[in-house]
Every structure is written in C-alpha cells, then in structure tokens.
C-alpha cells in the first residue's frame, strides 16, 4: 500500500455564519489556544485530536515568556553567588550588582505587562 494510500481521507466541513458569530468563534478558539479549525474539530469531535493546530502565541505572550526566561537565567546566578557567600566565599560585587539589576529590569517589565 503506497502513502498516499495509507493517509486519512479529509473532508472540508464549512457552515455560514454572521460577523458577530464569526468573530464569538475566533475569540473562542483564542480563548483555549487553539486555531479556529482546530477549535470547530474539538467542538465536533468532543476532544483535542493530535491533528488540532494550537493557535500562534501572542505577540504579548511571547514577550513574557522571553521575560520570564531572562528572570530565571537571573536568579540562577543569583542563587549560584548566595551559594558562594554561604560557603565563606567573596561574593564578586560587580556580577552581583548587574544580577540584581537584571533581576529588578526583568521584574519591573513584567510590571508594565500586567497595568
């Protein structure tokens, strides 16, 4: 049996729908992170199909995911020079003073993400 022979039959399901309907799907679809198609399927079929596309992430959501990233990297170092203070060890003032700069950067961005 060749592959395309082996590959699911698809079909185009389509429904007329208003502005306000449309858009109602779009947010919808938004809303549990999937993409329309894949927000009709799973109302169709009851579930999530390992063929749903999930929706693009947000621009916004992108940013804080970067932020959050740059957060954790931050307080790993810190971690690491609280380590070295705990052992008796000299603390190098100039990466702590930038760690903690990084750290209240990170902080107050992810501030401005939630007014």
Same mark, same amino acid.
């Given at each position: 049996m060749s592959t395309s022979q082996k590959r699911e039959r698809r079909y185009l399901v389509s429904a007329a729908v208003?502005?306000?309907?449309?858009?109602r799907a779009k947010a919808n679809a938004r809303a549990v992170g999937l993409s329309v198609s894949g927000y009709m399927r799973s109302l169709l079929t009851g579930e999530v199909t390992p063929r749903t596309q999930r929706a693009a992430p947000t621009p916004e959501a992108q940013a804080?995911?970067?932020?959050? !990233?740059?957060? #954790?990297?931050a307080g790993?170092? *810190?971690?690491?020079?609280?380590? =070295? !203070?705990?052992? #008796?060890q000299?603390?190098?003032? *100039?990466?702590?003073?930038?760690? =903690?700069?990084?750290?209240r950067l990170a902080a107050e961005k992810i501030r401005q993400t939630f007014q």
């Open positions: 208003n502005d306000a309907e449309r858009e804080l995911s970067a932020l959050i !990233g740059q957060l #954790g990297k790993n170092n *810190l971690n690491q020079l609280t380590k =070295l !203070g705990n052992q #008796g000299p603390l190098p003032m *100039l990466e702590l003073s930038a760690t =903690l700069a990084a750290i």
